[in-house]
């Protein structure tokens, strides 16, 4: 069955219909990772959006019980140039196009993904909306014009509830703006017990668990969203070591005085070089991520810049000047993508033991 | 860290020649680095003994030694020129291995010369097979059960501890040289004994075959900040058990979760780091399908093949930043040249998938075994470019120049299931086509993935071909289905032969339906970025992102992958007509498919497609680009087989015409035409039937030389002395009919004159005349070639020149053309002429100074030679003497016959200049990887209708004190000549027989020229055989032999006193 991609700039692009048979709107973006599609369909930080993969062979070894990022997709649609028909992996349990169906995730294939990316390139990532193909073109790309990006991502995504993973070392509470288990799983590995809160508890409620340490995580849209987050945030500062990545690292940004801005296309990917400018050395990073901190509105913030991205040199991570508190832009946890920056988790660890220190606290496994 | 100041002066070392297993990718990769070099300011001085090399030329480096690359001679490099640097992981394991005798010789340390880029003693860690498992047990990498065994019998012990099968690895070998899987004790006893003798250091790996794992390699880099890269990972579509050289190959992975692929990055980066490695890298992985389990089978410390296709693969150039890394760079401080925008600290995103094919020297070697192992055997390789899977797969099949147009058996369908059953699981050059076929036969996916353990997501697609063939057939050519077929990479012959239209009926239904293909950019970051790079793939999308300038161009077609007759010397023409057009104010477009070449940099041309060389796909672009015209004369006989069918579609061709170029090939017409201008040409006829050939040879009289029209490098040409041998010659190895003529001519013994020109249809330049040592019969690719001649009388030189001129001018040739003369009886023939570049070219080009494809292109593109300086005739000889000597891949080749004749068998060349013949030829057969020893002995096998010739060199072996060894009968023939000589006996009689005697390594070298033929039973070619797998000197015709007694001669003079060795010379000149 034939189905259509229609964007707010009138163009459409036809291909055929794969997974569910609903029509969904979102922002069209476009991921540059050649493998790990599970991984970004799960991703919470997709909240709302049609991505497109530019691999164009998507699906090969199916989908699997293990690398979701989370239980349910938030993700808007799927745009593949082939989806394999006939996955072939000792793990793999759907197809593709089967799990698509079951998630209730419309998708389009063989269409030219290469095309819609430059494009997106070209113009920055333009909403868009998989319709039938006796959609009206013109009516669809004014309503999508006319219709502004979602502010609500964040609860949508976020955990209603608190829970909790029990570990045998220090206590970390993960504020989940949309968090990928990634995350959780690296922080479990170290053997914390991670108290994963909503993102909309305030300092208080969070301190009350007397944290060693604080995550806040990745999540989907515009930080500016979720004022009331950048607010805990401040009055984190100062009180527990604080680990921001993607989203979380905005909401530090944003929380210790500097501003966030839309980027043309953003960074997502497998393959973004990043530099620390404290050793000079460069770690392959995965990144999913539309806004970024302005560079310009660091000047007289507490922040030190940390990291830069070597292509485009935008910031990738930053540090508080007088508080324990780091993040960075990227996702140390990969998954997908390479795991160079795995050493973040250690960094944070250096934190939580020396906050330990200094507060005399110590934990009893 | 910025560019090293420390150092001003590098001295590259290049592979040398052109084997198997070691191709044209050292010529890319070294050129790249010298490039890159020479960019940065250094002072760069070159070494390599192949002159048919882009590197080798005078431009790459600062200063281009043409060499031997043995440690003597790069010594004498290294105190002339007092290098500060030594860059060796550029050069293949020839360079590696060079590097690390020069060090452990002491020489670098003795004059101050620093190893840049990865250091001698990671290379060690990461070539010893011993270091490398006790690293890979420190790093808690797995790798699977093996033992470094020096006997057979340590071999044998292991066996009894794991089992079979096992896979046997020699050290410190190209392509994998004598090893092999092993099922059996009968096979361990033969491959043993071969992987010990044909390792350097006398050492093997035995190791648990994990056949049937997924083979996946990751091309990485690291540079002087401990900072790495994946350039490109990559999935053999064989399993486990396949030389990868030999594989099928895509890239990027596709069968591999993200999980299992960062499994593997990670051990790879881990490796590297551990290693030290400074440069490019390449880490081969096996991974059980059914478990996350998985082992690192090897890494290469250098760049390799894997690293060539990885760079065009990606467009990310591995071997430029190699080189800017060994000169201190950090990978963030060097531009990405495809993007300019980014940095070469990132991994390249692929947005199509590409498929590589080895391209096997079967074709040339009827009687190869064509089974494929661990040992390597292709002599090159195609890539193909497309957005799926069945698109690259169908387009790399295209180009493989096999006359295959699809996945199909050119033997047709319907094979017995149990040949099939065969094929699939033995897995030679064609399993392929008998996957395609077992479909065909309606064998299932399961039972095909259990035979060949091909993984399911390839023989999937492969079963989607085959269904949708049948698709195709029964609906006829729809409009939907057209566009399904282009977009799965089915070519318009194909889908002619599927359904009942021509093949002009299916262009225009294809042309209706508004069906064409557009070129997408490889741009390494999957279109994230802006990039210029002109470098493009044809597929069947939306968005055309191969733009067209105002400037007019001209289209070049390359020469496709490396063969056996077609070498990298047409790549060396190729780049140079790209370099001639540009500068003669044209856009250069390329097209071609050779992944390894340096005509496929995407530095080189204006534009490249990377595309398959096929009429269609010529066609496809020639129609986007609309260039002024398109020249075929310097991409070898690929290009020029197109020509024809370019004309017909109305291109212009640039250069001699298609009618004349069809004069010089066919052989009726080349008759009449010689006969016009009054030229002597071997008697000779067409035949069109097997009785017609008898007739025309009874007529003409034996010896007669056969042959089919229309080949390359000589293939299924053949000597043949009476009419029983011909007429098994006829069933064998022609199909003749109307349509495939067999040429018969009269064989002309005699010496053989090659001469190159370049003619603009008024003035014709000859740069030089060469000579053959080899006689004529011995295929001039074959034979030593020398410059200038040496023993030609000047009147019969003036004639040769003279019949030049006219045969320029009666074909009315533009550009280049290449003859072949016989002087028999101060008489001289033509025996062929090719309107097109050849295989001396660069070698010509190199020792007198003319750039010959420079000078022919603009000549073809309107300025003419008066114009550029030249007025017809030879140019002067210089004083030097310069040989070209064809290196062999024997070893590699089981079971075939080594002897020379009229079809071509060598992979490469090599050059040798000096001030004498036999100081040239002594370079030239060192670096042909001959052992010259000065004292020994030699063994003569020889055919009855040669001893009368041979004593004159048994005589000159002995009086240069050689010991003579001798079969019972040429024994006897030598006792005549009062020559002490030893009797051996026959094979299979008195121990030691003569395969005893080589085994041994009694025989320094031998001279067998016993029954020649194409029966692999016979007595000479067992003797043959042996010689190679021993690694003992065998010549098999007179004249390389004479030409080796001349070398020898030279040292013992050198040893006697003047008086005495003064008289000798006079002797041996006579």
Redesign the interface.
């Known amino acids: 069955m034939k189905r259509q991609l229609i964007l707010e700039n009138g163009q459409t692009f036809v291909g055929e219909a794969i997974g569910s048979d609903t029509e969904r709107a979102g922002e069209v973006v ?1 991921n ?5 599609y ?2 970004i369909l799960s991703d919470p930080s997709y909240c709302g959006q049609i991505v497109t993969l ?4 998507i699906g ?2 199916g989908i ?1 019980r293990d ?1 979701f990022e989370s239980i349910k997709p938030a993700i808007h649609g799927l745009i593949v ?2 989806a ?8 793999s349990q759907f197809s593709l196009h089967e799990w698509l169906k079951k998630e209730d995730i419309p998708g389009l294939e063989g ?5 819609l ?2 494009m997106i ?1 070209e113009h920055g990532t333009l909403k868009g909306r998989l319709c039938s193909m006796d959609a009206n073109v013109h009516e669809v790309a004014e309503e999508l014009k006319e219709t502004p990006l979602p502010v609500d991502q964040v609860s949508r995504v976020s955990t209603k509830n608190q829970y909790i993973n029990p570990g045998v070392k220090e206590r970390i509470v993960l504020v989940d703006y949309g968090v990928k288990k990634g995350i959780v799983k690296d922080l479990v590995s170290e053997g914390y017990e991670v108290v994963v809160v909503p993102y909309s508890w305030d300092a208080d409620n969070i301190l009350a668990l007397q944290p060693d340490g604080i995550v806040l995580s990745n999540g989907p849209g515009n930080p500016a969203d979720v004022p009331e987050a950048v607010e805990t945030v401040k009055n984190l500062l100062g009180r527990a070591p604080l680990f921001g990545i993607c989203l979380g690292h905005q909401l530090l940004a944003l929380a210790s005085g500097a501003l966030t801005v839309k980027m043309p296309f953003g960074h997502r ?5 990043v ?1 620390d400018l404290r050793t ?3 770690s ?1 990073t995965s990144q999913n991520h539309g806004y970024t901190v302005d560079p310009d509105s660091i000047d007289g913030t507490p922040l030190d810049i940390t990291h830069i991205n ?2 485009d040199k935008s910031i990738e991570g930053v540090k508080h000047q007088h508080y324990p508190a780091f993040s960075v832009q990227y996702h140390p946890e ?7 920056a795995k050493g973040l988790f250690n960094e944070f660890k250096t934190y939580v033991k020396n906050s330990q220190k200094a507060s005399g606290r110590k934990t009893y496994a | 860290m910025p560019k090293r100041t420390d150092i001003q002066k590098i001295l590259v070392i290049g592979s040398g020649p052109i084997v198997i297993g070691q191709a044209a990718e050292f010529d890319y990769a070294g050129t790249q680095a010298c490039q890159a070099l020479k960019e940065e300011g250094y002072e760069v001085i070159l070494i390599n003994s192949n002159p048919a090399t882009i590197m080798t030329d005078e431009t790459t480096a600062d200063r281009v030694y043409i060499e031997p690359l043995t440690k003597d001679f790069v010594s004498r490099i290294i105190r002339q020129e007092r290098p500060d640097g030594l860059l060796a992981t550029l050069g293949g394991q020839t360079g590696l291995n060079l590097a690390v005798e020069l060090a452990e010789d002491g020489i670098l340390d003795e004059y101050g010369v620093q190893v840049l880029g990865t250091s001698l003693k990671a290379i060690r860690e990461a070539e010893d097979r011993e270091e490398f498992r006790a690293l890979m047990n420190r790093l808690n990498e797995p790798v699977p059960e093996s033992d470094i065994i020096h006997s057979l019998e340590e071999a044998e012990a292991f066996v009894e501890r794991i089992g079979y099968p096992v896979i046997v690895r020699p050290a410190y070998t190209l392509g994998g040289t004598g090893g092999g899987l092993v099922y059996n004790e009968k096979d361990l006893r033969e491959i043993v004994p071969n992987g010990l003798s044909a390792s350097p250091v006398h050492q093997c790996l035995i190791e648990k075959s994990i056949a049937g794992f997924k083979e996946v390699e990751y091309e990485v880099m690291r540079d002087g ?3 790495a ?2 350039v490109c990972n990559m999935e053999n579509v064989d399993p486990v058990g396949i030389h990868t050289g030999d594989s099928i190959v895509v890239a ?8 299992e ?2 499994l593997l ?2 051990s790879s ?1 881990k490796i590297i780091r551990a290693l030290g490695i400074e440069g490019g890298c390449n880490v081969q992985c096996a991974l059980d ?3 996350e389990d998985y082992y690192i089978i090897e890494v290469n410390p250098r760049v390799s093949r894997s690293s060539a296709l990885a760079s065009k693969a990606t467009g990310y150039p591995i071997a430029k930043l190699s080189a800017k890394i060994a000169a201190g760079y ?3 401080e060097c531009i990405n040249p495809i993007t300019k ?3 070469a ?9 590409v498929t590589k094919i080895p391209r096997w020297p079967f074709d040339k070697f009827d009687s190869a075994n064509r089974t494929l192992g661990t040992q390597m055997k292709a002599t090159g390789e195609v890539m193909a470019v497309g ?3 069945p698109e690259s797969l169908l387009k790399a099949v295209r180009s493989t120049e096999t006359d295959l147009t699809h996945l199909q058996h050119p033997k047709g369908n319907g094979f017995p299931k149990e040949e099939l059953e065969v094929r699939l699981q033995k897995a030679d050059d064609e399993r392929i086509l008998y996957v395609s076929e077992a479909f065909r036969d309606g064998f299932t996916l399961e039972e095909i993935h259990q035979l060949t353990q091909i ?3 390839f023989l ?1 697609h492969i079963e989607k071909i085959i269904n949708f063939e049948k698709e195709i057939s029964q609906s006829g050519l729809t409009e939907e289905l057209a566009y399904k077929a282009k977009r799965s990479g089915f070519s318009n012959e194909t889908l002619a032969g599927l359904t009942s239209l021509s093949l002009k009926e299916t262009e225009e239904r294809l042309h209706t339906y508004g069906i064409k293909p557009v070129y ?1 950019m490889v741009d390494t ?6 990039s210029e790079t002109p470098y493009y793939y044809g597929t069947f ?3 055309q992102e191969s733009l067209i300038t105002s400037k007019p161009s001209i289209l070049v077609l390359g020469s496709g992958p490396i063969r056996i007759g077609q070498g990298i010397e047409f790549d060396y023409a190729t780049v140079h007509t790209v370099k001639a057009i540009q500068e003669a104010g044209y856009e250069a477009i390329i097209i071609n498919n050779n992944p390894e070449t340096v005509s496929t940099d995407f530095e080189i041309s204006d534009k490249l497609y990377f595309e398959p060389l096929t009429i269609e796909d010529v066609m496809n672009v020639i129609e986007h680009e609309k260039p002024i015209g398109v020249i075929v004369q310097f991409g070898g006989q690929t290009a020029l087989n197109l020509a024809e069918d370019l004309a017909e579609r109305g291109v212009n061709l640039l250069g001699t015409s298609l009618e004349n170029m069809d004069a010089a090939e066919d052989r009726d017409k080349f008759e009449q035409k010689l006969m016009e201008l009054d030229i002597p040409q071997p008697l000779g006829k067409t035949a069109t039937s097997v009785d017609e050939a008898v007739n025309i040879a009874l007529n003409i009289g034996f010896p007669v030389l056969v042959r089919p029209s229309y080949v390359l490098g000589g293939r299924a040409m053949e000597i043949v002395y009476n009419e029983s041998d011909l007429l098994r010659y006829m069933a064998r190895a022609v199909k003749v009919n109307e349509k495939h003529p067999v040429l018969i001519d009269r064989y002309l013994t005699g010496k053989e004159i090659e001469v190159d020109a370049i003619s603009d249809g008024e003035t014709v330049v000859i740069p030089g005349i060469m000579e053959h040592i080899e006689r004529a019969g011995v295929h001039s690719g074959d034979s030593i070639a020398v410059y200038p001649t040496q023993n030609v009388e000047a009147d019969l030189k003036e004639r040769i020149i003279d019949y030049t001129i006219r045969l320029a001018k009666g074909f009315n040739i533009k550009g280049l053309m290449n003859i072949q003369f016989v002087i028999h009886n101060s008489e001289v023939y033509v025996l062929e002429v090719n309107p097109r570049s050849s295989r001396t070219v660069p070698f010509l080009s190199k020792i007198t100074e003319v750039n010959m494809a420079n000078l022919a292109t603009k000549a073809i593109i309107g300025k003419s030679l008066k114009e550029q300086g030249f007025t017809t005739g030879c140019l002067p000889e210089p004083e030097l003497v310069s040989v070209k000597v064809p290196v062999f891949s024997f070893a590699k080749l089981r079971s075939v016959d080594i002897t020379l004749g009229p079809e071509m068998k060598s992979t490469g060349e090599v050059m040798g200049r000096d001030i004498t013949l036999e100081k040239a030829l002594y370079k030239g057969l060192v670096a042909s990887g001959m052992k010259i020893p000065t004292h020994g002995s030699v063994l003569f096998t020889l055919a009855d209708k040669d001893k009368e010739e041979a004593m004159e060199l048994a005589r000159r072996f002995h009086r240069i004190g050689f010991h003579l060894l001798a079969t019972e009968g040429t024994a006897a023939r030598i006792r005549e000549e009062n020559i002490p000589v030893t009797v051996i006996s026959k094979i299979g009689g008195d121990s030691p027989d003569m395969l005893d005697v080589i085994k041994q390594g009694k025989a320094q070298f031998i001279v067998n020229t016993l029954t020649k033929g194409k029966q692999p039973a016979r007595d000479g070619f067992r003797i043959r055989r042996e010689a190679v797998e021993h690694g003992t000197v065998c010549l098999t015709s007179m004249d390389t032999a004479e030409a080796l007694v001349k070398v020898l001669e030279l040292f013992t003079f050198s040893a006697e006193a003047m008086g005495q060795s003064g008289k000798r010379v006079k002797e041996v000149l006579v």
């Open positions: 476009f540059t990772g050649m493998t790990g599970q991984e530019t691999y164009p062979l090969n070894y699997n690398d140039r082939e394999a028909e006939y996955p072939s992996h000792f793990r269409i030219d993904t290469r095309k990316t430059r390139r990917g497998s393959n973004h070089p530099k000079g050395q460069i392959i070597v292509n990969a998954s997908p993508g390479p795991e160079d | 900040n401990d900072q890269i994946v990027p992975s596709q069968t591999l979760s993200d999980r692929y960062q990055r990670n980066l399908p059914y478990s950090h990978l963030d925008t980014t940095y600290s990132f991994e390249p995103a692929l947005d199509y998938i957005r799926t899977f993984d399911r997501y999937y997408k970051c999957a279109a994230e970025f802006a999308e939306q968005e």
